[in-house]
């Protein structure tokens, strides 16, 4: 699975992102989709994770209620909805494809990394 993150850019606190991943090479429907982000110094962290078919999503503890995961299968295109931005959100945000069964929000589940986009949001 080849992915593409699109979306990132500057953005001051209070203000909304929405990030995009487009995946070629498998059939989309057959993977589970995440969002983890990378901030300098830092682990990658888990912000967000949907389910093959959409119908369960997870998130990171941080991100509850303002960001939301979606994914459209025909377009082969899952999105990250981001609301509310704080200055902790920035980052570089990677979309990752898993074909296991495991728990989502354990990087280790995902098989396939996109590039990354960087978010910034100013204070």
């Known amino acids: 699975v080849q992915l593409q993150a699109s979306g990132g850019g500057l953005v001051q606190a209070g203000g909304s992102l929405r990030l995009s991943c487009a995946a070629s090479?498998?059939?989309?429907?057959?993977?589970?989709m995440g969002w983890f982000r990378q901030a300098p110094g830092k682990e990658r962290e888990f912000v967000a994770a949907?389910?093959?078919?959409?119908?369960?999503?997870y998130y990171g503890d941080s991100v509850k209620g303002r960001f939301t995961i979606s994914r459209d299968n025909a377009k082969n295109t899952v999105y990250l909805q981001m609301n509310s931005l704080k200055p902790e959100d920035t980052a570089v945000y990677y979309c990752?494809?898993?074909?296991?069964?495991?728990?989502?929000?354990?990087?280790?589940?995902?098989?396939?990394w996109g590039q990354g986009t960087l978010v910034t949001v100013s204070s």
């Open positions: 990752a494809a898993g074909t296991g069964w495991g728990a989502l929000g354990n990087k280790n589940q995902y098989n396939y």
């Open positions: 090479g498998r059939t989309f429907s057959n993977v589970a």
């Open positions: 949907i389910s093959r078919n959409g119908g369960n999503t």
